[in-house]
C-alpha cells in the first residue's frame, strides 16, 4: 500500500509541476504576442525605402533602370533576416520588392498610401510586426512620414522626383530610436525634366 501511496504522490507532484509549467508558458506568449503591437516594448529594424524608377503614369511599371535598382536592393537585403515586407498597392512598390521577396519567398503586406505613417502603423499593429525586420516600400511624398511616425527625424516632406538610391535604416530599441541613411545600388539617373527646362 506504501509503495501506492508513492506513486500516487509522485504522480500528482508531476502533474503540478506540468500545469505550473503550461501557465508559465502561456503567460509568456500572451505577453509576447502583446509586445508585437507594442514599439515601445520589443527591439525593431525597418528598412525604408522609395521605390525604384518608373515609367510614367498613375499606376506605372519600373523601367529596366529600376528593375536593375530591384536587384541591387534583394542583393543589398538577402542577408539581413527580411521577415516581412509592406508595399503599397501600386505596382512600382512591389515590383521594388519583387527580386527579393520571390528569392526568400517572404510575406507581403499591402498598405494604404498618406502623408503621415498612419495607415502603416495601424498595419504593423494589427499583423502583429513589432519586433521583426521588415523592408517597406513606398513614394517620395509618403516615406518622410513613415520615417517620422516611425519615430525616426526627418527634415523635408518628400524625397526629389531624381533621388533613388537612397535606403534608410530606423532601429527602435525598446523605444530608443536610431536611423542610418544609406546610398545603394546604381547612381541616379540624371534629372531629365529639370534638364529639359534648363535647356528651354
Wanted: glycine share 8%.
Amino acid at each position: 500500500m506504501e509503495d501506492i501511496k508513492f506513486t500516487n504522490d509522485h504522480k500528482l507532484k508531476w502533474k503540478h509541476l506540468f500545469f505550473s509549467c503550461l501557465t508559465a508558458f502561456l503567460f509568456l506568449f500572451i505577453v509576447s504576442c502583446k509586445n508585437h503591437t507594442d514599439p515601445e516594448k520589443t527591439y525593431s529594424k525597418f528598412f525604408v525605402v522609395k521605390h525604384a524608377e518608373r515609367y510614367p503614369g498613375f499606376n506605372g511599371h519600373l523601367t529596366w533602370y529600376g528593375r536593375e535598382r530591384a536587384g541591387d536592393l534583394m542583393r543589398l537585403l538577402k542577408d539581413s533576416g527580411i521577415q516581412k515586407i509592406y508595399v503599397t498597392p501600386y505596382s512600382r512598390t512591389l515590383e521594388t520588392a519583387d527580386s527579393l521577396r520571390l528569392l526568400q519567398t517572404t510575406d507581403t503586406v499591402v498598405y494604404l498610401t498618406d502623408s503621415t505613417g498612419q495607415n502603416l502603423s495601424v498595419c504593423l499593429e494589427q499583423h502583429r510586426d513589432y519586433g521583426k525586420t521588415i523592408l517597406i516600400v513606398g513614394h517620395g511624398n509618403t516615406v518622410p512620414g513613415i520615417l517620422r511616425r516611425l519615430g525616426a527625424s526627418y527634415q523635408g516632406d518628400e524625397i526629389p522626383d531624381s533621388i533613388f538610391n537612397e535606403i534608410f535604416e530606423v532601429i527602435n530599441n525598446h523605444g530608443k530610436v536610431s536611423m542610418g541613411t544609406f546610398r545603394y545600388g546604381k547612381p541616379n539617373l540624371p534629372d531629365t525634366f529639370k534638364m529639359k527646362n534648363l535647356n528651354m
